[in-house]
């Protein structure tokens, strides 16, 4: 579809032909970065914080929405409400988790807290840069928490490899 109307916009005018090479190049390259099946972030991962909250209950083991991994819901091509929604889920989930933690390091929330850390992360390494502030914002509610204990290296090594 976008070489075909690169092709009309280009025999409509005549284009100098290093002009014409930097238009086929960029379109070649917008059309190679973008796709039809790109669906965003799945629908499970919509579902709010009593979702998310839910499903950690089985970390360790691994953890999903629905058929969705935690980490899946970081989508690479995420729109901003998506990110936002999913976001807003997480650290309010987080933030929770993050309390009970620092009451007691040793408990289930710490480990269930320690495995959200690792999928976000697993999530958003692939993502170019698009969830760095929500990355900032998940260290912050790590603010006083040890994650030097075994109980946050379990859940977070078990999130960063299952998440």
């Known amino acids: 579809m976008r070489l075909q109307v690169l092709h009309r916009m280009v025999t409509r005018k005549r284009y100098k032909p290093a002009a014409l090479a930097t238009l086929l190049s960029f379109a070649l390259v917008?059309?190679?970065?973008?796709?039809?099946?790109d669906e965003g972030v799945p629908v499970d991962?919509?579902?709010g914080p009593?979702?998310?909250?839910?499903a950690l209950a089985r970390a360790p083991a691994t953890v999903r929405l629905g058929d969705t991994l935690l980490s899946d819901c970081l989508a690479r091509n995420s729109s901003a409400a998506d990110l936002?929604?999913?976001?807003?889920?997480?650290l309010s989930?987080?933030?929770?988790?993050?309390?009970e933690a620092r009451r007691r390091p040793s408990g289930p929330a710490t480990l269930r807290l320690a495995y959200l850390v690792g999928a976000i992360r697993r999530g958003a390494a692939d993502t170019q840069g698009i969830h760095d502030e929500f990355l900032r914002r998940v260290d912050q509610e790590l603010t006083g928490i040890n994650t030097a204990t075994d109980t946050y290296r379990r859940g977070y090594e078990a999130g960063r490899a299952r998440g």
């Open 45 to 47: 991962c919509k579902e």
């Open 30 to 37: 917008t059309a190679g970065c973008s796709s039809d099946d």
């Open 84 to 90: 936002q929604q999913v976001g807003g889920a997480y």
């Open 50 to 54: 009593a979702a998310v909250r839910t």
């Open 93 to 99: 989930v987080l933030a929770g988790l993050a309390d």
